[in-house]
């Protein structure tokens, strides 16, 4: 009878794991939040100039910031997806997407600051595990 095998040792930390799983899930359902309101962009023109009435978007501008914000959370999911998978490249996705987002975020008075600050966690905390990457 063989000596059973141990088995093989995850190269994946498991902070790394939950990091990777739970911001996974914050970009991917922003994203996908973003490409339906990309869809029904006139709802989110009216719903906006509803409640903004100052100021008046166009359905236009309104579909170019979601086509915008859409794509950059994708850009953070892809980068998430390829950090999974201990890939170098996508800390640099993702780090460029999270920066960007951030800072219109933080340049943008009437958002809040708490975004910021979880694209900058996120970052930080994946950060930590870097030199693991390929």
Request: aromatic share 18%; with cysteine.
């Amino acid at each position: 009878m063989e000596a059973p095998h141990p088995l093989p040792e995850s190269k994946r930390p498991l902070l790394l794991t939950l990091v990777c799983f739970f911001a996974g899930t914050y970009f991917f359902t922003f994203s996908a939040l973003f490409i339906a309101g990309l869809f029904y962009s006139g709802w989110v023109t009216e719903a906006i100039n509803l409640y903004t009435p100052v100021v008046q978007n166009s359905k236009a501008s309104v579909s170019i910031v979601l086509a915008l914000l859409s794509v950059l959370f994708l850009l953070g999911f892809a980068g998430v997806f390829l950090m999974f998978r201990m890939r170098r490249p996508g800390y640099y996705i993702f780090g460029v997407s999270s920066l960007l987002l951030a800072a219109i975020q933080l340049f943008k008075p009437v958002l809040s600051f708490t975004g910021p600050v979880i694209f900058i966690v996120f970052l930080i905390l994946l950060g930590l595990y870097f030199r693991r990457f390929r």
